[in-house]
């Protein structure tokens, strides 16, 4: 049985009384609340640092690969051929066009993704954009959107529906990058990846909104010496306010060329609401980027020819053949070839013009010669033109005679003139008889009928007429009015490739053919010559003083003045006037540092 001990307090000595043994358990109890108390407030610390280092971490990886993006629209680019840099400008969607993957790729021989194919699955985007045409280089289309629905259509229907998107906060929207363009497959991709997550276009608990993710600044007028504005800003303050907000559409096509800014702004939220208010924190970043080239500025019309094998009068490129060699004119003067894969392009101001195709001998047309069409600043117009092998002979004829009266129409008292030249622009050339009459037995076709006026004569009449023969058989006749005027002059020069930029003419640098050039007389009549396969051209005037105009050809721009004024020519005396051009793309997208100059800037908030 074991032994038990019994311990005895020395003689005064006392234990807890009850009252102290409560008042050490409610100390302890204190104590202990405290401490958990400490440990749940540090935990609810952590995980709101936690959710808000989330937040911005995702918008800071949203708006560098936005910026980094961005800076490169417009590289690359078919700029000649009206390829535009922004192609869709809206408050929460962004597309553009850049030449960014591969990282390394070739001009000649662009790697995937290529320029979208428009005879290709995929070839729009839809509701954002379609491209006019099919360009032969590497740069893709990149979109930034909320809109994860692929309508074209940012809404209510785009959030929740991405993994990413399930989170408390109902203004988590998923920004989505999307690749669009020719890949190896055969298809045009659409390539899409979330990139971050970002306050869409829902008001919060106040009923506020939150700033647009892209907002943009145009040259509204096109002149650099006034300010810019800020789309959607009714009000002209420069800042959006809430109404503002709400009433946000995209930039209008015709506009985008005049886009100077992009300011993006990413609205980082919790994905966790704070406290009972049930507010989600929230905290903005901002990145802007420039765009300025005056190339961008200059419209583009460009089309294909093509052999419309099935006469449906639309091109099909998987089996229709381009058609090079083709004439392709301006109601400007401006004149253009197609080149081996048939297309043609002229640079031009906005407004309305008229292009005009002639066919070459043994085709006739599927489509109408003859378009007219609008073109936006710094956008593009597309006119193709279809033909097929024709059969059958028509003739151009007609009558030069000296035009006493000068009325333009020749009568009784009117004779024709011998020996006058009349030339066809496929190289044709014949001479008048003694009743000043000449003719040509061509295959159905298109064609330009240039009369040459003789030594001391000047015409009435205009001396370059188009005329179309459509069947066989057919005769249109074409008739020039000469009149005697005394003496003449010589007015000649070249176009010249003005490779050193040094604006004189070296005799190695190449002639420009197909040129036009306008010869304004005394009078105000106008008379037109073009250059020849060496840049050449020459025309014999009577004396007097004359204005030498150079319509500069597609994709060139000049390094000396388009206008020789008040050129005097005396009578068996020739002068020179000389045109040097270079090509414009020359000129395109060189990123500079800022505040040097107004070509293209990046700059990054």
Not at 188 to 193: A, D, I, L, M
Not at 239 to 251: F, R, Y
Not at 498 to 525: N, R
Request: proline share 5%; charged share 15%; glycine share 12%.
């Amino acid at each position: 049985m074991p032994n038990l001990y019994r311990t005895r307090l020395p003689a005064g000595a006392r234990g807890f009384s009850l009252v102290e043994v409560l008042v050490a358990t409610a100390l302890l109890s204190i104590v202990t609340v405290a401490a958990v108390t400490s440990f749940r407030g540090s935990q609810k610390v952590s995980r709101t640092a936690s959710v808000m280092g989330e937040a911005q971490q995702s918008a800071r990886v949203a708006i560098d690969l936005m910026t980094s993006d961005l800076r490169a629209a417009g590289f690359g680019l078919d700029v000649a051929g009206g390829q535009a840099a922004l192609v869709h400008a809206g408050p929460w969607d962004l597309a553009f066009n850049a030449n960014i993957e591969p990282r390394q790729d070739s001009v000649a021989n662009p790697g995937f993704p290529r320029a979208i194919n428009t005879a290709l699955s995929g070839a729009s985007i839809p509701g954002i954009y379609t491209p006019p045409s099919t360009f032969a280089d590497g740069a893709e289309t990149i979109r930034y959107t909320l809109d994860s629905g692929g309508d074209g259509v940012v809404d209510s229907t785009d959030v929740g529906d991405d993994p990413e998107e399930a989170t408390p906060n109902p203004r988590d929207y998923v920004v989505r990058k999307e690749v669009y363009g020719e890949l190896a497959d055969g298809t045009n991709g659409g390539r899409s990846e979330p990139v971050g997550l970002v306050a869409g276009p829902v008001a919060n608990n106040q009923n506020l909104l939150p700033s647009p993710l892209f907002s943009y600044w145009l040259d509204h007028d096109n002149d650099d010496t006034t300010a810019d504005i800020l789309h959607g800003d009714a009000d002209g303050d420069g800042d959006l306010s809430q109404v503002e907000i709400a009433a946000l559409t995209p930039v209008p096509t015709a506009s985008l060329a005049l886009v100077t800014r992009c300011v993006m702004t990413v609205t980082a939220e919790d994905g966790e609401p704070t406290g009972s208010t049930g507010q989600y924190r929230s905290r903005e970043l901002i990145s802007s980027v420039s765009f300025r080239n005056e190339i961008r500025r200059q419209g583009v019309i460009s089309g294909t020819v093509y052999q419309d094998s099935d006469g449906s009068g639309t091109f099909d490129p998987a089996t229709e053949t381009p058609l090079s060699g083709v004439s392709v004119r301006l109601n400007t003067g401006a004149a253009a070839v197609t080149g081996a894969n048939g297309t043609y392009a002229f640079q031009v101001a906005s407004g309305a013009y008229t292009v005009t195709e002639f066919d070459q001998p043994g085709y006739t047309s599927t489509t109408s010669n003859v378009v007219s069409l609008s073109v936006p600043t710094g956008g593009l117009a597309v006119a193709d033109f279809g033909d097929r092998p024709g059969s059958g002979v028509g003739t151009i004829q007609g009558t030069v005679f000296n035009d006493l009266n000068t009325n333009g129409t020749q009568n009784g008292a009117e004779g024709g003139l011998e020996g006058v030249i009349v030339t066809l622009h496929t190289g044709q050339s014949d001479t008048t008889d003694a009743y000043g009459f000449y003719s040509f037995s061509v295959p159905v076709a298109s064609y330009t009928v240039v009369e040459v006026d003789s030594t001391g004569y000047t015409s009435t009449t205009t001396n370059s007429v188009d005329v179309t023969l459509t069947y066989d058989g057919e005769v249109v006749v074409v008739d020039f009015g000469d009149v005697y005027v005394g003496s003449t002059g010589t007015i000649e020069g070249t176009v010249y490739n003005d490779a050193d930029h040094d604006a004189f003419f070296d005799f190695t640098e190449a002639g420009i053919p197909d040129v036009i050039l306008k010869i304004v007389h005394p009078s105000g009549l106008v008379d037109s010559v073009v250059s020849n396969g060496n840049g050449y051209y020459s025309i014999n005037v009577p004396a007097g003083v004359y204005h030498v105009v150079e319509q500069d050809p597609s994709g060139y721009t000049s390094t000396t003045p388009n206008s020789s004024l008040n050129r005097n020519v005396k009578a068996d005396s020739t002068i020179v006037v000389n045109f040097g051009d270079i090509l414009a793309n020359t000129l395109s997208f060189t990123v500079v540092a800022v505040g040097t100059t107004n070509r293209s800037l990046a700059i990054t908030a």
